[in-house]
Structure formats: structure tokens, C-alpha cells
């Protein structure tokens, strides 16, 4: 029986005393909450929150990091700074950072394979474009993404991914895969991961759905077989909103 996991990806929101406030207010709501709960700041939160979090039933998580451990990459944060700061998941792959920020699947796995390195856990993002889905193409895109992404990590270290799979077309756009579409994509990349690593390795892979997941789908997505947790954009910024999703039976 997999666990949910219930994660909150705060995007660039909020400030450091914003995220602490926010923070505290999960730690109360959440404390008795069943499932397995993340949230991931800013990285200029990630002291403050970590702090707060400590503890908690509550991982605390990063938006991405560097494909380096160290060295001249203005700009960058490596993996090294988040464990410094107490980060125990760091989220690869978004859709933000794949189209936005041009970040391929190569890069991608080389993140993966670092964090993993590292004993921080992963949650790998994988998602189709809606021209893709139009196309006829959403599996294809997740199977490659998912593939690559995960090409070289082994079994034991496939323990430390939760694969979160991330409609595009439903990411901040307040549309929300149905619940029959969304299972049929994670039954597929299960597939996936049955054919890299094994049926028990596929049954265990949790795989959250992420794309406008709010507390009046939750319910409805979750109930699905396949759907093992939430990736949670907007609805996360606020304890009100995310503490429905985070408690849902
Ligand atoms: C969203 O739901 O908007 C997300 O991108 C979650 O990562």
C-alpha cells in the first residue's frame, strides 16, 4: 500500500518572513495529518523555513539545484549548500525549469544522479505540452522524460523517487486533468518503471499528479489508483487551501 505524498511547490512566492509564517501555520494544521507532507520554498526561505519545519512531520524541499557540486556557476545553488540548510527533497524537471529555463533531459539526469548521490530524496517532473497532447504524443514525452531522466539510477536509489507527472497545459492555468486521463498517464509511466526496474520497484514508485490540483479535485484524483499524492502549485500558498488537500482521506 503506497503512502500519499503531499507536496507544496511555492514557486517564487512569498518572503523569508512570509514562508516562515506560512510555515508555522502547516506545522500546527498538519501535525497529525496521515500522509507524507513537503513543502519547498524559495531558495531565500530555505534557512528560515528549515528552521521552523525542523522536527515536523514536514520534509522540507528545494525548487532545484545546480547539475554541479561546486565551482564557478553564478547563480547557482548546488546540492551541497541545500543539505548545509537541511533540505531533504529537491524537485528536478518542472515544467517552469524544462521550457523556461531550457533545461534538457540530460541535465536533468545529471541533477538526479547528483541529489540521489548526496542522500537527498527526488521528485522528478515529467509532463507533456498541450500541443504534445494534442498531437497524440503525452505518452511518448513522459516516457522519454521518464527514461532519461531516471538512466543510470539504480534500484536502491529509485527508493528516494517520487515521480510527479505535470500536464503542462494544467500548470497555473487553473485547468486540471481529469482524474480518468490523469490515472491513465500514471498507469503508463508505472509501465515505464516496471519495464526499467521491475514490477515490485513500479509498485512501489509513488507518482503525484501536479497541475491546478485544488481542494475541491483532491479528493477525485486521489481516489484514483494510480495517483499517489499531489505536486501543488497555488493552492500551496496558503494553509487554508493546502491544509484541505494535505488532510484528505
Ligand atoms: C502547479 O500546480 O501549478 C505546479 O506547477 C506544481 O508544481
Not at 132 to 137: I, L, P, V
Request: charged share 25%; glycine share 8%.
Amino acid at each position: 500500500m503506497r503512502k500519499y505524498f503531499i507536496a507544496g511547490n511555492w514557486k517564487m512566492h512569498k518572503t523569508a518572513s512570509e514562508a516562515v509564517a506560512l510555515a508555522t501555520d502547516l506545522v500546527k494544521e498538519l501535525k497529525a495529518g496521515p500522509h507524507k507532507y513537503m513543502i519547498a520554498p524559495s531558495f531565500t526561505a530555505l534557512d528560515a523555513v528549515s528552521k521552523v519545519v525542523k522536527g515536523s512531520n514536514i520534509l522540507l524541499g528545494a525548487q532545484n539545484m545546480s547539475t554541479d557540486e561546486q565551482g564557478a556557476h553564478t547563480g547557482e545553488v548546488s546540492v551541497l549548500q541545500l543539505k548545509d540548510l537541511g533540505v531533504q527533497v529537491v524537485i528536478l524537471g518542472h515544467s517552469e525549469r524544462r521550457h523556461t529555463y531550457k533545461e534538457d533531459d540530460s541535465m536533468i539526469n545529471r541533477k538526479v544522479k547528483l541529489a540521489l548521490s548526496h542522500g537527498l530524496e527526488v521528485i522528478l517532473c515529467v509532463g507533456e505540452l498541450l500541443e504534445e497532447r494534442e498531437a497524440g504524443k503525452a505518452e511518448k514525452v513522459c516516457e522519454e522524460q521518464t527514461r532519461l531522466g531516471l538512466a543510470g539510477v539504480s534500484l536502491e536509489d529509485l527508493k528516494k523517487v517520487t515521480i510527479a507527472y505535470e500536464p503542462v497545459w494544467a500548470i497555473g492555468t487553473g485547468k486540471t486533468a481529469t482524474p480518468e486521463d490523469a490515472d491513465a498517464i500514471h498507469a503508463f509511466i508505472r509501465k515505464i518503471v516496471a519495464d526499467m526496474y521491475g514490477a515490485a520497484a513500479a509498485e512501489a514508485m509513488i507518482i503525484q499528479y501536479g497541475g491546478s490540483m485544488k481542494a475541491d479535485n483532491a479528493a477525485a484524483l486521489l481516489a484514483k489508483a494510480n495517483i499517489d499524492g499531489g505536486l501543488i502549485g497555488g493552492a500551496a500558498l496558503k494553509a487554508d487551501t493546502f491544509a484541505p488537500i494535505a488532510l484528505c482521506k
